[in-house]
Nanobody, 114 residues
Framework: QVQLVESGGGLVQAGGSLRLSCAVS????????MGWYRQAPGKQRDMVAR???????NYADAVKGRFTISRDNDKSTIYLQMDSLKPEDAADYYC????????WGQGTQVTVSS
C-alpha cells in the first residue's frame, strides 16, 4: 500500500531553517508528482509546494523565495528546505501524492517562535 512518512519538524526561532523529509513507498516514486501541504489550527490545509516527476516546481506565494522542494528518486524521498521561517509558517506539514486517490502522510509539526 502507499505510505508517506514525514520527519524533520520541530521548534525553531523566527529567521531560522528546517528541512522536512518525506519517505514514500508503495508507488513507482519517480513517476509521480509530490506535494507539501500545511495546516494551521483552525485553518484549511493549503498547498505549500509541488514537484513533478520531471522536477518542475511551483510554490504558494507565501513561501516563494524562502522554501525549496526537491526530490531524490533513488531514495523515494522528497524534501522541503524552509529558510527565513516566520511565525505564520507554524503548522502541521504533510506530504501528499495522488495514486488513484490522494494519499497523505501523518504530518510533522513545525513551530516557529518569535
Amino acid at each position: 500500500q502507499v505510505q508517506l512518512v514525514e520527519s524533520g519538524g520541530g521548534l525553531v526561532q523566527a529567521g531560522g531553517s528546517l528541512r522536512l523529509s518525506c519517505a514514500v513507498s508503495g508507488i513507482i516514486f519517480s513517476s509521480y508528482t509530490m506535494g507539501w501541504y500545511r495546516q494551521a489550527p483552525g485553518k484549511q490545509r493549503d498547498m505549500v509546494a509541488r514537484i513533478t516527476s520531471g522536477g518542475a516546481t511551483n510554490y504558494a506565494d507565501a513561501v516563494k523565495g524562502r522554501f525549496t522542494i526537491s526530490r531524490d528518486n533513488d531514495k523515494s524521498t522528497i524534501y522541503l528546505q524552509m529558510d527565513s521561517l516566520k511565525p505564520e509558517d507554524a503548522a502541521d506539514y504533510y506530504c501528499s501524492t495522488v495514486y488513484g486517490r490522494q494519499y497523505w502522510g501523518q504530518g510533522t509539526q513545525v513551530t516557529v517562535s518569535s
